[in-house]
């Protein structure tokens, strides 16, 4: 069976990149799919691992080439899903999460309707807020333009199929993986089996 | 939070009813809805643990006075579920499996869109007629009744959300468990939720 497509995204602060590398980290069947970016590398963050950052020239001869699954502008920078790594993975029966915000989200659920859609949210904005101010590297502009930019993004969570309420880190992980096995026995995903007993049926 | 509806339908032979035993065994947090039927009860059957058993006139009246949320007539015989012993288990945060058959499932899935509707099937139709003839205990003449009856039923396999192909009765279990927890974070059982981080978004 082929891999499963699935979509995270969520408000800044929700620790979707924790619970990401978590899921990851504890099992073997994901690939994470790096986007293409053209905003600039932060501190610690490796080219081809977090993302391959590219100059606003190559990401735009990218989309002319149809190399991307989808890409949109947040903040004034480019960010694309890369088709042929998605491909790949899928191919080799990996399930591919991407990690991308609500407008990339709905491109993808167009193109693949199969696409599991997950939002992960914190239990509340005021602990969204907590956890920004928290972090002490945001300044209070920063964390304004991040509520900001939740009051928005809230309008797009009913369009994801799944909630993650990421409260504990541990619970969050194994919810996320809940979800990704139950998928396949979604009968959606099980066409070819059931071509195979109808044939079967029919043929007695 | 309430719990949850599961309907369980499946081939004649699936091994269904093992599955469901076996599920009510090993967690906690589900009912069993015993169906009303006018059927005789079988060998080793209890009335009130297997089935309510009624007479004819008791299950019309049952129908009469809106006892029911749903009822069929299966090869002659009532079969129905009492209304009273689900709204009970449900408030009680109890997930209640209905173990139906095609016709009853389409009742309560129009009346309870948010019902969880899981399907089990042998892994093929050879499989099923291995375990039919398996039993020793029916005739050449039931087992192909049986297979006639698979033969209407395959047509509404896609009515239902997810397909146990049950071939391991442990990993059947598994699956059919890893399937209802994933339901507490379909974004549709979450309105609540999401409705409070609007109003917090609202409110900033």
Redesign the interface.
């Known amino acids: 069976m082929d891999g499963i497509l699935i979509v995270m995204s969520g408000f800044s602060g929700a620790g979707k990149g924790t619970l990401l590398h978590r899921l990851l980290d504890d099992y073997e069947d994901f690939a994470f799919s790096v986007s293409m970016t053209t905003r600039a590398p932060r501190e610690g963050e490796v080219d081809g691992r977090d993302y391959f950052f590219v100059d606003k020239e190559k990401f735009e001869e990218t989309i002319r080439n149809g190399g991307l699954y989808e890409h949109a502008q947040y903040c004034g920078n480019y960010y694309g899903t890369p088709k042929a790594y998605v491909d790949e993975q899928l191919k080799k029966g990996k399930s591919v999460i991407l990690d991308i915000e609500v407008q990339g989200a709905m491109q993808i659920k167009e193109k693949f309707p199969d696409t599991l859609m997950v ?1 992960v ?1 914190p239990p ?3 602990v969204l807020r907590k956890r920004l101010e928290g972090r002490g590297t945001e300044t209070a502009e920063v964390i304004n333009k991040r ?1 900001d930019r ?2 928005e993004e ?1 309008n797009w ?2 369009k ?6 990421n409260d504990d880190l541990d619970t969050a992980v194994k ?1 996320m993986h ?2 990704i ?2 998928q ?4 959606k995903r ?1 066409g070819t ?2 071509d ?3 044939t ?2 029919k043929n ?1």
């Open positions: 939002f949210t509340s904005i005021a509520i939740a009051k809230v969570m009913d994801y199929e799944y909630i993650i309420i919810e809940d979800i096995l139950a396949r026995y979604q009968t099980l089996f059931i195979e007993i109808k079967e049926l007695i």
